[in-house]
T-cell receptor, first 112, second 115 residues
Framework: DAKTTQPPSMDCAEGRAANLPCNHS???????VYWYRQIHSQGPQYIIH???NNETNEMASLIITEDRKSSTLILPHATLRDTAVYYC?????????????FGQGTELSVKP | DAGITQSPRHKVTETGTPVTLRCHQT?????MYWYRQDPGHGLRLIHY???????DKGEVSDGYSVSRSKTEDFLLTLESATSSQTSVYFC??????????????FGPGTRLTVL
């Protein structure tokens, strides 16, 4: 599985956009980029995933560079409830029984 | 949120006793997973199931067994609990394992303490 690199922590002002970067320079052509977050003491929550096109859903936007070596998760209007650890994960599709490898993630603190 | 419940949510037990954790889903998803989360190790896969009575080992399966007799329930058993199995246990489900069906959704977790 490809490795990912994320900054250990970031701050964001409430109401502003939070841009969380992820480097995955060894990603393979059959690997997706997934983002999850984990709020303290809760189970990981799926946010979004993509292969090579930018994706948007009700929670966030995912911007993947053309060479697919990095991506950015964007929370357009961060709230205090978005304070969590955010994990960027790469994994192949058609990965029967494949585990998700959670790295250290980025601890996002949204401040008033 | 995916319909996943775990029971119990908290448990304290003693070394050597058997423990069973239950994961229940209402999504009729085929795949179910058990992970454990420990400081410094992230989430690690223990076992997973790809259908009723079909299970396989993950990366940290020693000391654990699983069973799946119904689509909706996946049980994790610690036959003889040890202190090293003190952890937070998460269940996850996915619709399938193929293209666009393998997104995993997690339950709320069970905090297990083995004294």
């Amino acid at each position: 599985d490809a490795k990912t690199t994320q900054p250990p922590s970031m701050d964001c002002a409430e109401g502003r956009a939070a841009n969380l970067p992820c480097n995955h320079s060894t990603i393979s052509g059959n690997e997706y980029v997934y983002w999850y977050r984990q709020i303290h003491s809760q189970g990981p929550q799926y946010i979004i995933h993509g292969l090579k096109n930018n994706e948007t859903n009700e929670m966030a936007s995912l911007i993947i560079t053309e060479d697919r070596k990095s991506s950015t998760l964007i929370l357009p209007h961060a709230t205090l409830r978005d304070t969590a650890v955010y994990y960027c994960i790469v994994r192949p599709y058609n990965n029967q029984g494949g585990k998700l490898i959670f790295g250290q993630g980025t601890e996002l603190s949204v401040k008033p | 949120d995916a319909g996943i419940t775990q029971s119990p949510r908290h448990k304290v037990t003693e070394t050597g006793t058997p423990v069973t954790l239950r994961c229940h889903q209402t999504e009729n998803h085929r795949y179910m997973y058990w992970y454990r989360q420990d400081p410094g190790h992230g989430l690690r896969l223990i076992h997973y199931s790809y259908g009723v009575k079909d299970t396989d080992k993950g990366e940290v399966s020693d000391g654990y067994s699983v069973s799946r007799s119904k689509t909706e329930d996946f049980l994790l058993t610690l036959e003889s609990a040890t202190s090293s199995q003190t952890s937070v246990y998460f269940c996850a489900i996915s619709e399938g394992a193929g293209f666009e069906t393998d997104t995993q959704y997690f339950g709320p977790g069970t905090r297990l303490t083995v004294l």
